[in-house]
């Protein structure tokens, strides 16, 4: 039954199909390939067959998948069995195996499912046994009752060895499978961490069991293949020399029979059969000796009608006989012996048959014996293929005339019977072969296909070479199959072999029950140690990167970087540190949520990481800030290769919730040694340097030079007077100036910019673009927003109070930063300050920058459309420097456009300034924007503006910011002057 707690079968995807079926064939086919070197004779049965067990295995772990690859690997594996045993057609019968083999396979899958309890750790003693010692040796019956059979029919296995064969079929496969089945498990089977676990104690240890059984059954069979091959090869030499000698000794009988008729050619008939006697009767198959006449065409007449007085014959191929064409020659049997039997070749011209003829002119002109081709003899009354032997008879003195032909003609089969007789020749096929003759009409003795074995593999053919009558033969021996059985003691081979392999699967059984008794014990430590482990992974991680970027941390960038440049002392080399501030990151962080911030911190890791080469080690600090140690850079130009990709890298926009952010930073670099010796005094020039960055502009980087603590410690300065002012706005110098703006068609005031001012006790009068930057840097500038909002609205209140006729109709216009918009608080904080000083929503106007836009969300958004439906008018400061999108002009509510002082400037000469400013005034007119012109200073630049339809003009044309008394006093002038 399935185990209970054994996981579903394992369903593969459509794609792994073709994969694993043609994995299937190939494990099926290299193990067809190492089983056929287990088999105790080239003909037996393998005695185990390891395919049978990839393809149970194979079916089982990966279910009807690999039933394709069974049948491909199948027949290759039958195709491999044909070629090994010499066969050169494949037939139809290749088939039933293969089908038997798919079939067994699937059967013995669905039977280790049903009652094995497979899926699940097969650790229980009975499942083991039920597997391997019931369901795979009954489903191996399979194959082998559906093939034996099916072959008895076709004739390829003989009936009386049916019974053999099919018990040697079923061991090979039930043992396959026993073997190969639990391998297969370890390897692949599931729950696979369940077995993979045991590849030590059950894999390795079985499959060394398998190597060793393997090779001792492979040494015992190669040893008695080796003997038998030994036998072979001694029964060759022994029948090719017999047969040597048999030849030679026929051959001296020819020339001596030669040397006789030389010395008496007219001997007659009588005579010459009473000198042939001896030598047939000594040489069995010798058919028979003749001396042929030499007869000219003059001759013939008399020959035929006289001397001897028979009619001179020709013969073909098939060995008819006809009477002889008109030649100038012919060679005629006329003296035979016997006669008897042989009345047939008596006339016969051999030179109206082609090979004898070739033999006789060789013989001719050679002067030594020749044999011809393997052809039918016409006396020959059964199957036999014969030969003649020609020797040509000359006479003893000069000229030495030739005087005829003495020849010999033999049955092959019997000479080579009568001189092999005597060997032990019993359950082996020899084949007399002539290599000189025809491909068709080798065959000397022998069935006539012997030349070209069928079912035997080449390296069984042992031949033996020959040398008669000057052409070259060759005795060819193969062995029948019972040579190897009556030459073997096979019933003990392979019952050893099945013993062997039988206790490899015993012993695969007791591992399999011995290590699931140890499993779930295994386990438990496993999982601990698994947990142990990961819990300290995690503390190092913790400990040593950054949970966010993966980067290193500081601690651990600290360590490394320290090993380096003890490194680079002993080897005078020379190393960087790069230290990275993005830009306005708070201002992103604060505007897209800090979720948004985490992934844009991941994204420019990436970056960075991919820049820098292999041996430079990167690291965050915390917050924004990324240190890069560079090791053995090339002075100072090398580091700038670095520094410039670093900031390359960080160009490209990167999308975070559908908005496009592009970000920079500020890079500091310090070099070692020239910048310090250690590794702190380098993190603190390459700060001071990226500082220096920022105050040059940012998106930038420098070096670190000595003079730079100076602007570093004017920041500090800076940063700390300025917490104070903040602390006590007033004792610290902080204050108020006020500009004027003017409507262009009249002069008249139509509002007042406040403009922040710091006068330092200490310091003096600082700049607002120095202190400003600070402040924003330091993150306090919204507190100083906060103090102008208050303080301005404080002293438009109080102006109202004195004058209120002074200010009808003009509006205070404040800046306001990013942090304001982006932390949404200034909504709130203008309805407050508002409401305490008594003023109304429409005395005040806002003015916000391109670069607030551009930091501008969602929120920020809403909180000035909110201000506009208060009352609050909106202005865009420094229109035309920014690179925000004019769509922000429709989205947003602003009013009011302030064209920047820069344009202003190049008016009316500069072009491009001209350019600039008419597109923004015309803009601006199609949109229902009223326009100020910031920094108007001459009056051809007031009549340029007032010209293009300019509303409102502010500058020192009109007047300078001045302090709130001095501004009141100004106000009160220009009424005068108006009312004048």
């Not at 194959?143 to 034996?148: K, L």
């Not at 090979?172 to 676990?197: E, I, K, N, S």
């Not at 020749?370 to 032997?389: C, D, K, M, N, S």
């Not at 690179?883 to 400037?905: C, E, G, Q």
Request: proline share 6%; glycine share 8%; aromatic share 6%.
């Amino acid at each position: 039954m399935p185990s209970l707690d054994a996981p579903p079968p394992r369903k593969l995807p459509a794609w792994a199909w073709p994969w694993v079926a043609l994995a299937t064939a190939g494990a099926y086919a290299l193990a067809g390939w190492l089983a056929l070197g287990l088999r105790a004779a080239p003909d037996y049965a393998i005695v185990v067959f390891l395919p049978a067990g990839v393809a149970a295995g194979a079916t089982l772990v990966a279910g009807p998948a690999a039933l394709p690859g069974v049948l491909l690997g199948s027949l290759a594996v039958q195709a491999m069995t044909h070629h090994a045993l010499g066969h050169t057609e494949y037939p139809w019968t290749m088939l039933v195996p293969a089908l038997g083999a798919t079939a067994m396979a699937h059967l013995a899958a669905w039977a280790a499912r049903r009652w094995a309890g497979y899926p699940g750790p097969l650790d229980a003693p009975m499942q083991v046994v039920r597997l391997l010692f019931a369901v795979l040796p009954l489903t191996a019956l399979l194959n082998a009752s559906v093939a034996v059979p099916t072959l008895v029919w076709t004739g390829t296995i003989p009936a009386a060895d049916a019974a053999g064969q099919w018990l040697s079929w079923w061991l090979g496969d039930a043992l396959g499978m026993v073997l190969l089945v639990p391998l297969a498990l370890v390897l692949f089977g599931q729950p696979r961490p369940l077995w993979w676990a045991r590849r030590y104690s059950v894999g390795l240890p079985l499959l060394v069991a398998l190597l060793l059984v393997s090779g001792a059954v492979h040494l015992l069979f190669q040893t008695q293949y080796d003997r038998q091959q030994l036998l072979m090869q001694q029964i060759t030499s022994q029948a090719g020399q017999a047969l040597q000698r048999r030849l030679d000794a026929q051959l001296d009988a020819l020339e001596a029979m030669g040397q006789l008729l030389a010395r008496k050619p007219d001997m007659d008939q009588a005579e010459f059969e009473e000198v042939a006697e001896l030598w047939l009767r000594r040489h069995q198959g010798t058919q028979n000796f003749t001396f042929n006449w030499r007869v000219s065409r003059g001759e013939r007449a008399r020959y035929e009608c006289c001397d001897p007085g028979w009619p001179i014959l020709g013969r073909d191929a098939a060995g008819q006989r006809f009477p002889a064409p008109d030649a100038d020659e012919h060679i005629v049997i006329t003296r035979l012996a016997p006669l008897r039997g042989n009345e047939a070749a008596r006339g016969l011209d051999v030179l109206t048959y082609a090979p004898l003829r070739e033999a006789v002119q060789q013989a001719i002109a050679t002067g030594r014996p020749q044999a011809t081709e393997p052809f039918r003899l016409v006396q020959e009354t059964g199957t036999q293929r014969g030969i003649v032997v020609y020797h040509a008879v000359r006479a003893p003195t000069a000229p030495h005339t030739l005087l005829g032909i003495a020849s010999s003609a033999f049955r092959m089969g019997d000479v080579t019977q009568a001189a092999l007789e005597a060997l032990p020749t019993r359950d082996l096929t020899l084949c007399l072969v002539d290599e000189q003759a025809r491909p068709d009409n080798r065959v000397l003795a022998g069935a006539p296909d012997c030349a070209q074995p069928r079912g035997v593999p080449r390296d069984l053919v042992h031949a033996w070479p020959l040398r008669f009558a000057q052409r070259a033969w060759r005795l060819q021996v193969t062995p029948q199959p019972a040579f190897w059985r009556h030459g073997a003691a096979d019933t003990r081979m392979q019952l050893t072999a099945v013993i062997g392999f039988a206790a490899v699967g015993l012993l695969a059984a007791l591992l399999l029950v011995g290590t699931g008794q140890r499993r779930r014990v295994e386990q438990l430590v496993r999982e601990r140690t698994l947990a142990l482990a990961h819990s300290h992974a995690q503390l190092q991680q913790l400990a040593h990167y950054d949970p966010l970027t993966g980067l290193l941390n500081r601690t651990r960038w600290a360590e490394v970087a320290r090993g380096v440049l003890d490194s680079a002392r002993r080897e005078q080399r020379m190393v960087a540190v790069a230290f990275m501030d993005l830009d306005r990151f708070k201002q992103v962080n604060d505007t897209l949520g800090h979720a948004q911030g985490d992934r844009l911190l991941q994204a420019l890791a990436g970056r960075l990481q991919q820049v820098l080469r292999n041996r430079d080690v990167l690291a965050r600090f915390g917050g924004d800030e990324f240190v890069a140690l560079l090791p053995w850079i090339k002075g100072q130009a090398g580091a700038e290769v670095v520094a410039r990709k670093l900031s390359q890298a960080l160009e490209a926009p990167i999308e975070l919730d559908g908005t496009s952010v592009r970000m920079g930073a500020s890079i500091g670099v310090a070099i070692f040694p020239d910048d310090g010796d250690d590794l702190d005094t380098l993190l603190r020039h390459a700060d001071t340097a990226m500082y220096a960055a920022k105050a040059a502009g940012r998106n930038q980087w420098r070096f670190f030079e000595p003079s730079m603590h100076a602007g570093v410690s004017r920041r500090l300065t800076l940063e700390t007077a300025l917490r104070a002012a903040l602390a006590n706005p007033d004792g610290a110098g902080l204050h108020l100036h006020y500009q004027p703006q003017v409507r262009a068609e009249d002069g008249r005031v139509v509002g007042v910019e406040a403009l922040l001012r710091w006068h330092h006790p200490e310091l003096g009068p600082l700049s607002p673009a120095e202190f400003v930057r600070v402040a924003e840097e330091a993150g306090i500038v919204d507190r100083l927003d906060h103090w102008v909002l208050q303080h301005s609205l404080a002293q438009w209140a109080q102006w109202c109070a004195q004058a209120p006729a002074l200010l009808q109709d003009v509006r205070l216009a404040l800046n306001v930063s990013a942090q304001e918009l982006v932390h949404g608080t200034l909504l709130e904080r203008v309805r407050t300050a508002l409401a305490t000083h008594g003023l109304g929503a429409d005395v005040l106007e806002i003015e916000i920058t391109e670069s607030v836009l551009m930091q501008a969300g969602g929120d920020a958004i809403e909180q000035l459309h909110a201000l506009q439906r208060l009352g609050v008018s909106i202005s865009l400061d420094d229109f035309g420097t920014g690179y925000s999108s004019l769509s922000y002009l429709k989205r947003l509510p602003i009013a009011t456009l302030k064209i920047d002082r820069s344009f202003v400037d190049g008016i009316p000469h500069d072009a491009d300034s001209v350019a600039i400013v008419r597109a923004t005034l015309s803009m601006a007119h199609d949109l229902d924007l009223a326009v100020v012109a910031e920094g108007v200073e001459t009056v051809a630049q007031r009549d340029f503006l007032r010209a293009n339809g300019c509303t409102v003009l502010q500058g020192w044309l009109f007047a300078r910011a001045m302090p709130p008394d001095a501004l009141l006093a100004w106000l009160r002038t220009q009424r005068s002057a108006a009312t004048a």
